[in-house]
Each structure stands twice: as C-alpha cells, then as structure tokens.
C-alpha cells in the first residue's frame, strides 16, 4: 500500500485492512529502532501501543499531514517522543517498573488465599516455638525487613556477628518445621529467605 491521502482517509474511517496493514508494518519498524534502546519488550509493547494511540488520535481528530506521504516519519517521530517520555518517567521513578511487577491478580483465587493463610499460621506457630532472641530476629529481618543497622543496634551485635545469629536462628526454624513434618523450602518462600 501507498502512504497517501487515501490511506490517510481509510484510516480516519477505520478501515480494517488499512488499520491491519499500518499496525504490521509499522510494528516491525518500530520495534526494530526500539530494540537497541529500551530493556524490556513489555516496555517496547508499551511504547509501540501507545505510538499507534497516539498517530490514530490525531488522525481522527481530523489532523493532517503537509504531505501525506511522510506518514512514516511521522509515526516514527511519534514514536521517538514516546520513547524519550517513557525513559525519562523511568529516570525519574525507577522504583515503578518493581511495583508495577506487584500488582495484585484481582482473580477470585479462594484456595491460594487458603494456602497463603495456612502457611501464615504455621509460620506463626513455629516462630512461637523458638527462643525469643531468634523469633524477634528472625520477625525483624523477614517480616518486618527492618534495616540490618537497626536490627544490629537492637541486639548490640556487629554486623558480622548478626550474619551468624541469623543463620543459626533460620537453622532452628528449618529443625522446628521439619519437626512439624511441614517442608521448610516452602516456608522460606514465603518468608522471602
């Protein structure tokens, strides 16, 4: 197909083999320039999806271009500034793309919620049988995930020393869960050790 007014149009009017035909073909081209600048294809997908939003919108909305022939560069400049603006959000906010990965499945899932909450209560039991000094450390560092400074002060211990502590206080959890003839990997899953 021919980049021209006429294509121009049968996009404004949603032509469905004009649509598919800009979508492919500018898809391949963009993805190829992108692939060496951005990290991630979800981001790539990202900046793609919204470089078609953006070139469809100002087609609709009854924008032109001088020379209807440049549409490919234009889509390409589009998708450069979208690019930029992508890389400079991440710049700013690095720690969005980790939160982004957190975002809750809001699926009905009763037997996971099920799973989750029996192993909560087992993990609660076998901290409640351990010696006080390894339940606080072991509360402190994984499930409150309290700075290992602040946990050092709390027990006046060196950094170094705290390592052994916390080894020999997971030790004592793994024989407790064992013991409770529960398997202790699940467990430290859990407890993200």
């Known amino acids: 197909m021919v980049f021209d007014a006429n294509y ?4 404004r009017e949603r032509d469905p083999d ?6 492919t073909h500018f898809s391949t081209v963009i993805w ?3 692939r060496r600048r951005l990290r991630s294809k979800e981001l790539m997908a990202d900046v793609c999806q919204e470089t078609f939003l953006r070139v469809v919108r100002f087609i609709r909305s009854g924008g032109q271009l001088d020379r209807p022939e440049s549409l490919g560069a234009y889509v390409l400049s589009v ?5 930029l603006e992508f890389l400079r959000g991440d710049a700013r906010h690095p720690l969005l793309q ?12 009763i037997e996971s919620g099920m799973v989750t909450e029996e192993r909560k209560k087992a993990v609660a039991l076998v901290l409640s049988q351990l ?3 390894d339940r606080q450390i072991l509360t402190m560092v994984f499930l409150e995930e ?26 004592k959890f ?20």
Do not use: W
Request: charged share 30%; proline share 1%.
């Open 79 to 83: 998708s450069n500034n979208v690019t």
């Open 18 to 23: 004009t649509e598919q035909h800009f979508v």
């Open 32 to 34: 190829y320039r992108l």
């Open 8 to 11: 121009l149009n049968r996009l």
């Open 98 to 109: 980790d939160a982004d990965s957190d975002i809750m499945d809001r699926r009905l899932d």
């Open 146 to 171: 309290a700075d290992r400074t602040d946990v050092c002060r709390t027990f006046h211990v060196e950094h170094e020393y705290l390592r052994v502590l916390l080894h020999r206080a997971k030790q």
């Open 174 to 193: 793994r024989t407790a869960m064992n013991g409770a003839s529960m398997k202790a990997t699940n467990f430290f899953t859990f407890l993200s050790f």
């Open 131 to 133: 010696p006080d000094k």
